[in-house]
């Protein structure tokens, strides 16, 4: 599987060249950046050009893009919440717009996938909801494909994105080029990632691979939580679309992540 990593382990940081190559010096061989305005501004040309270039002189893989999820230049700041599902048009509207500017980066700097959450964490179901993501993804899609951006929905704690509704979603879409981005740890504080996967498997395109011990989505490196790693590996690696093995850790200012990285990689490619 290819060996992937996410800049949320960075997420309270300005995203810089250096920061990219203590991933790769961990082992990854493809990165996802996280769109949160005060660590990858995609809204600043400067700051797209100068992460575009660093991809393109290391040969690195842009492998996806995680979409904002709030308006503001902080991550969880309390800020608005870009929400595709809101029942206000205007909101949607709005979070529709913000995310096609993240999207616009693959003019500059290709990326492959663009992971998208339907609905907040406490989202609770609704028909108008589900009508809202149905539209919302549709008119996504349309955007992001001329630039060479598939999206694939990613399963998160809330009604609207249980595996059973995200597979309905996909579904009733009839497009093969929408996917799946497959949480371990959302899986496990849901149901478990067996059970999750099972529905999944067959759209699953990448993934979203941390620990918890199913109290907080706390996103822990492998083996600090209590999932089933070995169940958990066999599991992807039996996946029809060869997923990349992408961790997404939260991250602390002591953090050796080169070390903890190659670390992770070790353990869960000997797993299973």
Not at 195 to 218: E, M, P, W, Y
Not at 243 to 260: C, Q, S
């Amino acid at each position: 599987m290819l060996r992937a990593m996410s800049s949320y382990v960075y997420i309270k940081k300005r995203l810089h060249p250096g920061l990219l190559d203590t991933m790769v010096r961990g082992g990854a061989q493809a990165l996802e950046l996280f769109a949160a305005r005060g660590h990858f501004n995609y809204h600043d040309k400067d700051h797209v050009r100068e992460l575009g270039n660093w991809f393109k002189s290391e040969k690195i893989e842009f492998h996806s893009m995680h979409a904002p999820l709030y308006m503001s230049n902080d991550f969880r700041s309390g800020g608005q919440a870009l929400n595709l599902v809101d029942m206000e048009k205007r909101n949607r509207i709005e979070a529709m717009d913000e995310i096609k500017r993240a999207i616009e980066v693959a003019e500059y700097a290709p990326f492959r996938f663009l992971i998208q959450h339907i609905g907040r964490s406490d989202e609770a179901d609704d028909p108008r909801k589900f009508e809202s993501a149905l539209s919302a993804i549709e008119h996504l899609r349309a955007f992001a494909r001329p630039l060479g951006v598939s999206l694939l929905l990613e399963n998160i704690p809330n009604d609207l994105s249980s595996p059973e509704k995200l597979m309905e979603l996909i579904r009733l879409l009839r497009y093969e080029d929408v996917g799946i981005c497959f949480d371990t740890g959302h899986a496990h504080m849901m149901s478990s990632v067996h059970q999750a996967f099972g529905i999944l498997k067959d759209r699953i395109r990448s993934t979203h691979v941390h620990d918890n011990k199913r109290d907080r989505d706390s996103h822990l490196w492998p083996g600090e939580g209590n999932i089933d790693w070995d169940e958990t590996m066999q599991s992807l690696r039996s996946a029809p679309n060869a997923p990349a093995l992408l961790l997404e850790i939260e991250g602390d200012e002591a953090m050796d992540v080169p070390g903890k990285l190659s670390e992770a990689y070790g353990k869960l490619e000997a797993a299973g």
